[in-house]
């Protein structure tokens, strides 16, 4: 099964807001609410920034927010901030023969 | 507060197999989760979710690597592995292993620093 297709970047000001997606099909995003999203810095571990679509991990901040349409999920950011600056990935269960898939990424830039 | 820790070889010949061992600090694997997983990341590119154990031991592997994949768990060591057989070059990349939280959620919630593995004679 493909990786689920994200943007490979985008870019936003201080105190703007961003909309990363993710793309799936019915038999992934579409079929489950259980998308997350993982925020990774530069030679560091993937960060849980939001869970089951929609759900915020405590401790993260709520500038982050989840949702879904169909077979798209996104992830938005609000109120940039520099240290929002890294690479987003998306990740859906897919059912009980593939179970999960990644995206391939999205490079966030912050100008 | 819980801490997971990836351990093994930095280097692997090709056809070989590739041996990791991740222990998880500052509490029970079995308390904390019925699920550990294994995710890697080739230099510059994206992440991959390899498989995952139940502390009762039943393990799910992704299909394009269920072939060459084990994943098996100690209890009594705070530990759980991953053995991937016949290497190639492809499979160089970071390796993080994780906490999974699997039944009705699937995430990863709590990860491993990661360590490379690099595929080379």
């Known amino acids: 099964q493909s990786a689920l297709t994200q943007p490979a970047s985008v870019s936003g000001s201080p105190g703007q807001s961003i909309t990363v997606s993710c793309t799936g099909t019915s038999s992934d995003v579409g079929s489950y609410n259980l998308v997350s999203w993982y925020q990774q810095h530069p030679g560091k571990a993937p960060k849980l920034v939001i869970s089951?679509?929609?759900k915020r991990p405590s401790g993260v901040s709520t500038r982050f927010s989840g949702s879904k349409s169909g077979n798209t999920a996104s992830l938005t950011i609000s109120g940039l901030q520099a240290e929002d600056e890294a690479d987003y990935y998306c990740?859906?269960?897919?059912?009980?023969?593939?179970?999960?898939?990644f995206g391939g990424g999205t490079r966030l830039t912050v100008l | 507060q819980l801490q997971l820790q990836e351990s093994g070889p930095g280097l692997v010949k090709p056809s070989e197999t590739l041996s990791l061992t991740c222990t998880v600090s500052g509490g029970s694997i079995s308390g904390s989760s019925d699920c550990w997983g294994w995710v890697r990341q080739p230099p510059g590119k994206g992440l991959e979710w390899i498989g995952s154990?139940?502390?009762?031991?039943?393990?799910h592997y992704t299909p394009s690597l269920k072939s060459r994949v084990t994943i098996s768990v100690d209890t009594s060591k705070s530990q759980f592995a991953l053995k991937l057989s016949s290497v190639t070059a492809a499979d160089t990349a970071v390796y993080y292993c994780a906490r999974h939280l699997w039944t009705y959620k699937w995430y990863f919630d709590l990860w491993g620093r990661g360590t490379l593995v690099t595929v080379s004679s």
């Open positions: 154990v139940y502390t009762s031991g039943a393990t």
């Open positions: 089951e679509t929609d």
């Open positions: 990740c859906s269960y897919a059912g009980t023969i593939t179970f999960g898939i």
